[in-house]
């Protein structure tokens, strides 16, 4: 009987040694070497839509609202940049973060790590400006969204230059069932 337990006990020990063997880490166990270099991470497209705040309590963060790029959903996320964080306009042109405004049209890169929360919170990797937007009408955005409940998050549904330095733009609050609020401003 003896002789039966030290053979299970030894076949158990034996399949438990190798069942937790991490030679290739593709069991995720945690064991490979740290990365400090955020290039080293794989950058995903997460949202494209406009910056609707800011905030610079030690790091940047932005909060974006647009169009997810892996579905055809709308969302809210607040991005924290780090100095490992690259910003640039479409044109390939290198931004500090500290340019970045209210209003701008931006892509948002990330890992692909998402804290499920309203909004959606998240590190960016990549920050890419809309060079093709017009300064006037993020300028526009920018004091449309001082207009509206501040916080919340804001969709930029439209915006319409109704003449030369009047622009209407179209609002929809992600928290509230509601109709979309057009804000007239003049600049």
């Given at each position: 009987?003896?002789?039966?337990?030290?053979?299970?006990l030894g076949?158990?020990?034996?399949?438990?040694?190798?069942?937790t063997a991490?030679?290739d880490?593709?069991?995720?166990?945690?064991?490979?070497?740290?990365t400090?270099?955020m290039?080293d991470e794989e950058?995903?497209?997460?949202?494209?839509?406009?910056?609707?705040?800011?905030?610079?309590e030690?790091?940047?963060?932005?909060?974006v609202t647009?169009?997810?790029?892996?579905?055809?959903?709308?969302?809210?996320?607040?991005?924290?940049?780090?100095?490992?964080t690259?910003?640039?306009?479409?044109?390939g042109?290198?931004?500090?973060?500290a340019?970045?405004?209210i209003?701008?049209?931006?892509?948002?890169w990330?890992?692909?790590?998402?804290a499920?929360?309203?909004?959606a919170q998240?590190g960016?990797?990549?920050?890419v400006v809309?060079a093709?937007?017009?300064g006037?009408?993020?300028?526009?955005?920018?004091k449309?969204?001082?207009?509206?409940?501040?916080?919340?998050?804001?969709?930029?549904e439209a915006?319409?230059?109704?003449?030369?330095?009047h622009y209407k733009?179209?609002?929809?609050?992600l928290?509230?069932?509601?109709?979309?609020?057009?804000?007239?401003?003049?600049?």
């Open positions: 009987m003896k002789l039966k337990f030290f053979a299970l076949c158990f020990f034996l399949l438990f040694g190798c069942g991490d030679e880490n593709s069991t995720g166990s945690g064991n490979a070497p740290p400090d270099n290039e950058a995903v497209e997460d949202l494209t839509g406009h910056i609707i705040s800011i905030s610079n030690g790091n940047i963060r932005i909060l647009g169009s997810q790029a892996n579905s055809s959903g709308v969302s809210a996320t607040m991005y924290t940049l780090e100095e490992s690259k910003v640039s306009d479409t044109d042109k290198a931004m500090d973060a340019d970045l405004k209003g701008m049209k931006v892509t948002v990330n890992t692909g790590i998402v499920e929360s309203f909004p998240s960016a990797l990549k920050v809309d093709g937007q017009d006037r009408e993020q300028a526009a955005i920018e449309a969204l001082g207009d509206v409940k501040a916080g919340d998050p804001w969709l930029v915006v319409e230059e109704i003449k030369e330095s733009v179209t609002l929809k609050n928290l509230e069932d509601s109709e979309p609020v057009e804000v007239e401003v003049q600049l």
